[in-house]
């Protein structure tokens, strides 16, 4: 039997944030301890910590490395109370002394504009930085202020875990003993707290005792199902096949799945889901060959400021990451390259989207959301 | 104006096959002389040629190499008539002084069932081989054998470069003079004899003028569309934009596209159509958003045995070329992999087959072809 265990994906120790860094899986498996707020938007920028709900952790747990960054250097000023397992543990919280409420709000406020703008479609970001402003917002102590943001950082990752256990556990009811699941990117541990979304359900199904096979779209242009599905599914030792982009239409049409689960960046009122680019390529062939085709997401997920998925901004990132694997180029010098890093599916082509309150079907209206 | 040039993708000369090493590109552009039978089917294994016409030419090629291998040392035995740039020029043949005609029969037979052994989809190969076949096992004279088997396959590789531009030409009047074309794997005169098939189209009506652009599948595994239609664009002059596989869907659903032109490893008679992975999802998608979406194939690419693409034998090749990149691994040690290098694309999502002999729109009726 697999034990539903969470992987110390995002945390934060005596000061300073610890990452599982993605970028080294899976050839290394090392913890990266970020100390400055650079250091942390780089990591968000550069996909060392990745997936909508890690990233938002890793958002709250930002702004108190901005404040380490400043004030911690001889003392931290914060430890959480959330161990890498994810159990509970004896917080501390050091305000630094010598220093106005103004200091502390301005470098709080510019932390976060920062923060925010590094990456655009996961809305998680967003919310969970916008979470933290009252703790800065409201009260005008120094001392008062880092309680709140602690308390508030750790309610955050400690919400991801037990959302993670209720969203995998509703999702694994969709589940039967031996079911084939297709997934995209990577949506187990490592895009989240520690439990994950669509392939936490997978986790969740095992620790049940069905016999879950997983096929992993290896997702170009980083490669994500490749390196982190298949390494996470290795490590709870649940079989997994990887096949690129591009097979996964004939893998549909063969009849060996049983269903599709992904995660997402950021969903509509109506359903429509934003999630990594291949996810709507995806929908339309499972619907082709009839597989059911289901999201799994926190409902930090749902965005209820959009009506449909239209007005989703779509990131668009570097060429490299198009003409380059690992460093090295095989199309051209200087060829031009198309790389959105999402899609957008329309809510037409999902089964159900599964969050920690339940399974929802279609007509979806997600106006409840975060 | 862009010149529709033929490229020496696989010709014969002075005893040897040449070929334009595709393994190599876009980083070195290498001709390979292949002087034995060994060399010339591992690269066809291996792809360094590559694209169901052009296999067909080497595989004709092949046979002549066989036999320069046992007999032609010290003076080649085969001179072809068609130079590297499509056009004649003098041919010699000096059969094999002091052998019988059953050595050089039981040479070809062996010869012609490794060489179809190499690859079972693309239909290309074999009927080349077959198309070789009489001139070994109608006259029983070893000078004659010789000289029909020089005519033979530089019949193969003249009728190639002719069907070229023919096809090529009735493709070009599908496209407007702004057109936007999707393309997949690679198409182009690296895949054929050296005119092209889909991406030959879009050479053909660059040099009518239009001002065509094209949006390359980078096509993994071996990233044919990123490293070699973005080289063949480049070299032409043609714009060319690449993007991941996955991305196509969300391309398409942009309204960026004008239509979807893709090649063919083997049609079946209803117009089912066997061609690289990929493309049955790029299909499944065109379809979705209302892009056309076309094959162009030569006719012997039609397998008129085959009512429809249910019997069409899929290869399954190697998993490393799923879990490595140019020879480094991505994914954890031992992973499995689904890895089809084609996938079948039904008739229903075709909207016009283009061959040599014009345009034909569905329902398809293709028993009449190779």
Do not use: C, N, V, Y
């Given at each position: 039997m697999i034990m539903l265990t969470a992987i110390p994906t995002v945390r934060f120790a005596r000061g300073r944030m610890r990452i599982?860094?993605?970028?080294?899986?899976p050839s290394r498996y090392e913890i990266a301890e970020l100390g400055d707020l650079d250091s942390v938007c780089d990591a968000i920028a550069r996909l060392r910590v990745r997936g909508a709900p890690a990233i938002g952790v890793a958002g709250a747990y930002g702004l108190l490395v901005a404040i380490e960054e400043q004030w911690?250097?001889?003392?931290?000023v914060f430890d959480s109370a959330?161990?890498?397992?994810g159990a509970p543990r004896t917080a501390t919280v050091t305000p630094p002394a010598g220093i106005g409420y103004a200091e502390l709000k301005s470098t709080l406020d510019r932390a976060a504009e920062k923060i925010v703008a590094t990456?655009?479609?996961?809305v998680n970001l967003a919310w969970a930085v916008n979470r933290m402003r009252p703790c800065w917002?409201?009260?005008?102590d120094v001392g008062a202020v880092c309680h709140a943001l602690l308390a508030e950082a750790d309610a955050i990752l400690r919400e991801d875990l037990d959302m993670g256990r209720a969203m995998t556990t509703h999702g694994a009811a969709?589940?039967?003993?031996d079911d084939r699941v297709l997934t995209h990117c990577n949506t187990g541990g490592l895009c989240s707290?520690?439990?994950?979304t669509a392939l936490g359900v997978v986790f969740a199904a095992a620790s049940q005792g069905k016999h879950i096979q997983v096929f992993a779209d290896?997702?170009?242009?980083?490669?994500q199902g490749a390196r982190l599905t298949a390494w996470e599914c290795r490590e709870r030792g649940i079989p997994v096949t990887v096949l690129v982009d591009g097979a996964s239409a004939s893998l549909l049409a063969s009849g060996d799945v049983s269903c599709v689960m992904v995660g997402a960046d950021r969903i509509a009122r109506n359903g429509d889901t934003a999630n990594k680019v291949g996810t709507l390529g995806l929908a339309i062939s499972a619907r082709q060959f009839g597989v059911p085709f289901y999201v799994v997401a926190p409902?930090?997920?749902?965005?209820?400021?959009?009506?449909?998925?239209?007005?989703i901004p779509v990131e668009h990132r570097a060429h490299h990451e198009v003409t380059h694997v690992a460093g090295v180029a095989?199309?051209?010098?200087d060829v031009g390259a198309y790389n959105p890093a999402f899609d957008v599916t329309p809510?037409?082509?999902?089964?159900a989207i599964v969050t920690e309150r339940g399974v929802q079907r279609p007509p979806y209206d997600l106006g409840g959301g975060a």
């Open positions: 599982i860094d993605q970028t080294l899986l911690g250097r001889a003392l931290p959330i161990g890498d397992d990456r655009p479609t996961a917002q409201g009260p005008r969709l589940l039967g003993r707290g520690g439990i994950g290896e997702t170009r242009p980083l490669l409902s930090s997920t749902i965005d209820a400021s959009l009506r449909d998925g239209s007005a095989h199309a051209p010098a809510a037409s082509f999902i089964s």
